[in-house]
């Protein structure tokens, strides 16, 4: 702590730890994205399909597998769906860059890079996200009921 923050009374900052994304997680992109459950005494908590859980405050018992299976597969579906669209831009670009390099354009390749990136991230990106937001507004959310 500072001279400066002790004299304001500040306590001293905590170090801010990163919330992991839902993406990060171990077989997340295979497995499908987490559901959030929501506990009836407030406690909330990320599970992957087919996983019980028991709640640490009140004991209430939640089973994932109640939440259809042919609604849940739609879900998953869609997320690796727009999962795969970077990569197959990505995928595209590594051809034309090998493309070049074995037509003896190397030069061809460091504007590609460029141009690549740019327009992945001013143009193609933002429209993928939004597609992606509009897509998954219409899904549906699941009352469970504990055991
Ligand atoms: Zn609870």
């Known amino acids: 702590m500072g001279r400066r923050d002790r004299r304001r009374g500040r306590t001293p900052k905590q170090p801010r730890r990163r919330v992991p994304r839902d993406w990060e997680r171990p ?5 499908g994205p987490p559901i959030t459950l929501t506990c009836e005494c407030g406690v909330k908590r990320e599970l992957a399909y087919g996983e019980r859980w028991q709640c640490e405050s009140c ?79 219409g899904l549906p959310r699941w009352e469970l009921r504990a055991d």
């Not at 795969?84 to 061809?108: E, K, Q, R």
């Open 27 to 31: 077989g997340a992109i295979l497995k």
């Open 59 to 137: 004991g209430r018992n939640w089973d994932t597998t109640r939440i259809p299976a042919e609604q849940y597969q739609r879900i998953r579906k869609l997320s690796l769906r727009y999962r795969v669209t970077p990569v197959i831009f990505g995928a595209i670009i590594t051809a034309i860059g090998i493309a070049f390099t074995f037509t003896n354009n190397v030069v061809g390749v460091f504007f590609l890079l460029p141009f690549a990136l740019s327009s992945w991230f001013v143009f193609l990106r933002p429209l993928h996200r939004k597609r992606y937001r509009a897509a998954i507004q």
